[in-house]
């Protein structure tokens, strides 16, 4: 009775091992490419900014690589692109970044017509 019970802990035990170990090489792929948004939009939020132009330029080259691997962008990051460009005196590239936030994004339409009556509002 005792070997029984042992032989069904050791299988038990073996099967989960073997599940760990499964899904521990797994590689997972993530829905979004998310390349250096997130410490773009660190630096931008924290560090007061930084420079704008470098940000655009990394954020720029974030959209070639995502092209490169067929990937899809993260919900924000043209958004954040957009205020980027405006910063930078590019009112058009930003009106762009944003239509495509709404595009990629229907549910950000609300804050992204928000961030175009604004800046009409402002005269940028």
Same mark, same amino acid.
């Given at each position: 009775m005792?070997?029984?019970?042992?032989?069904?802990r050791t299988t038990q035990l073996a099967l989960l091992l073997a599940i760990?170990?499964?899904?521990?090489?797994?590689? %997972? /792929?993530? +829905?979004?490419?998310? *390349? &250096? @948004?997130?410490?773009?939009v660190y630096?931008?939020? /924290?560090?007061?900014? $930084? =420079?704008? &132009? $470098?940000?655009? #330029?990394? #954020?720029?080259k974030g959209i070639e690589q995502a092209s490169a691997q067929n990937a899809k962008l993260p919900p924000g990051y043209y958004a954040h !692109? $957009? !205020? +980027? @460009? +405006? *910063?930078? $005196?590019? =009112? &058009? %590239?930003?009106i762009a970044a944003w239509n495509r936030e709404k595009e990629l994004f229907p549910e950000s339409? %609300?804050?992204? &017509? @928000? +961030?175009?009556n604004n800046m009409k509002k402002n005269g940028s």
């Open positions: 005792q070997s029984m019970a042992s032989f069904t760990f170990a499964l899904t521990g090489c797994a590689t %997972q /792929k993530t +829905l979004y490419a998310w *390349n &250096d @948004y997130s410490p773009q630096q931008y939020l /924290k560090e007061g900014g $930084g =420079s704008a &132009d $470098g940000q655009v #330029l990394a #954020l720029e !692109l $957009g !205020l +980027l @460009y +405006l *910063n930078t $005196g590019h =009112s &058009d %590239q930003a339409a %609300q804050y992204i &017509d @928000y +961030l175009m």
